[in-house]
Nanobody, 115 residues
Framework: QVLLVESGGGLVQPGGSLRLSCVASGIIFPVNVMGWYRQAPGKQRELVATISPNRITNYSDFAKGRFTVSRDNGKNTVYLQMNNLKPEDTAVYYC?????????WGKGTLVTVSS
């Protein structure tokens, strides 16, 4: 059984930081592209960042310079460091694993940026 479990969300003030984690089980973690996506209320799910098995990263424009994705293959964990958070970053953040067309999703963790 594949499980992706996100953690680290919460309420943070504008300009603050959060670090999201996603622990994976039931997959061969090192060969998966791992990604973070988000879905704000009333909006479609969108890509935040991905990291390949050889640690090549890709970011959406809004994430560049503020967010950093990383992975620890020994811990089957992918991270998303988010700095200088803005109210428009408020969303449910989802972890994704992908390999050979197979996608798996976590249940998400809520990030709320508000004063």
């Amino acid at each position: 059984q594949v499980l992706l479990v996100e953690s680290g969300g919460g309420l943070v003030q504008p300009g603050g930081s959060l670090r999201l984690s996603c622990v994976a089980s039931g997959i061969i973690f090192p060969v998966n592209v791992m990604g973070w996506y988000r879905q704000a209320p009333g909006k479609q799910r969108e890509l935040v960042a991905t990291i390949s098995p050889n640690r090549i990263t890709n970011y959406s424009d809004f994430a560049k310079g503020r967010f950093t994705v990383s992975r620890d293959n020994g811990k089957n964990t992918v991270y998303l460091q988010m700095n200088n958070l803005k109210p428009e970053d408020t969303a449910v953040y989802y972890c994704n694993s992908a390999v050979r067309g197979l996608n798996n999703w976590g249940k998400g963790t809520l990030v709320t940026v508000s004063s």
